[in-house]
């Protein structure tokens, strides 16, 4: 997930289980030595091309909410939005686990989501949603660098996004 310019971005990736060693190698391989964990936000330019070229060769599929409209005060509410929108997508394209990324304090939010959306029934009822740290997780870094590379494409920079964008379902919703 991620802030930008009245834009709040949020992605899952669809990994097979019998991918998941595989793609966590590579995603290993890219760190540099000390490195915990690959964070977008965090690259030059030059490290963000390695990056997203290593990422692009793993031919990614996922989903993408981008959710507009937004005031940066509210940057929560535009999550929960994201969050409502992509767990329904997920249920549509049969996944059945979802990790979502840990943020410490802020989790209670999400789990409480998740309980309204389930009591609401407007999210699908076999989703297992979960929380993990992502440096004990590399696959939480798929989303991170393609929410960051839809994000600079958002300010008009499409080098990162247009290597991904292919295997990515963008679904725009309104925050406010």
Known sequence: MLLT??????AAMFVAPHQTDHYRTELRALLFRRQPRLHWRDENDKRRMQLIEAVAALRPAGI???????????????????????????GDHHVNDV??????????????????????????SKLVVSWCDPMAEPLLWLPDIIAGAKSLAERGDHRFWS???????????DAR
């Open 64 to 90: 993408l909410v981008a959710s507009t409209g937004l005031d940066a005060k509210r940057q929560e509410r535009a999550r929960r939005k994201c969050m409502e929108c992509l767990l329904w997508e997920l």
């Open 5 to 10: 310019h009245g834009v709040y971005l949020m």
């Open 99 to 124: 990790v979502f990324e840990r943020r410490g304090q802020l989790d209670r939010r999400d789990h409480e989501l998740v309980a309204v959306l389930q009591g609401r029934h407007a999210m699908p």
């Open 163 to 173: 290597q991904v964008e292919s295997g990515m379902l963008v679904r725009a919703i």
